[in-house]
């Protein structure tokens, strides 16, 4: 399993943009399809995007897309979620994932990964 490291986050106003990073620790982190998902109090972890292990596709749930893009670097063992035109509804905890490139399934459900970043924190006021 690959280690996951995140970084980046913070607070912003509506309509400012934030950028996640996601770094892995192994040497093979090209093998695997990385997701992104966010997670509120009391609430299960929803689905914000992901990306293929080469990186020409990506992903999106519907409330993200055309504001939120993912993109890797397989060179440097990262993946990042830039987030633009952040609204309060986007606040939460957002934690990136990593499964392996050859699993079928939907890569859009958390129980599909099965390594987890620890989590960042997103605070977007109005």
């Known amino acids: 399993q690959e280690q996951l490291v995140q970084s980046g986050g913070g607070t912003a106003q509506a309509g400012d943009s934030l950028r996640l990073s996601c770094a892995a620790s192994?040497?093979?982190?090209?093998?695997?399809?990385v997701g992104w998902f966010r997670q509120t109090p009391g609430k299960e972890r929803e689905f914000v995007g992901f990306?293929?292990?080469?990186?020409?596709?990506?992903t999106y749930a519907d409330s993200r897309k055309g504001r939120f893009t993912i993109s890797r670097n397989n060179a440097e063992n990262t993946v990042d979620l830039q987030m633009d035109n952040l609204q309060p509804e986007d606040s939460g905890i957002y934690y990136c994932?990593?499964?392996?490139?050859?699993?079928?399934?939907?890569?859009?459900?958390?129980?599909?990964?099965?390594?987890w970043g620890p989590g960042t924190q997103v605070t977007v006021s109005s």
């Open positions: 990306i293929n292990w080469s990186g020409d596709s990506t």
């Open positions: 994932a990593a499964r392996p490139r050859s699993l079928v399934g939907n890569s859009a459900v958390p129980g599909r990964y099965h390594s």
């Open positions: 192994g040497r093979t982190f090209s093998l695997y399809t």
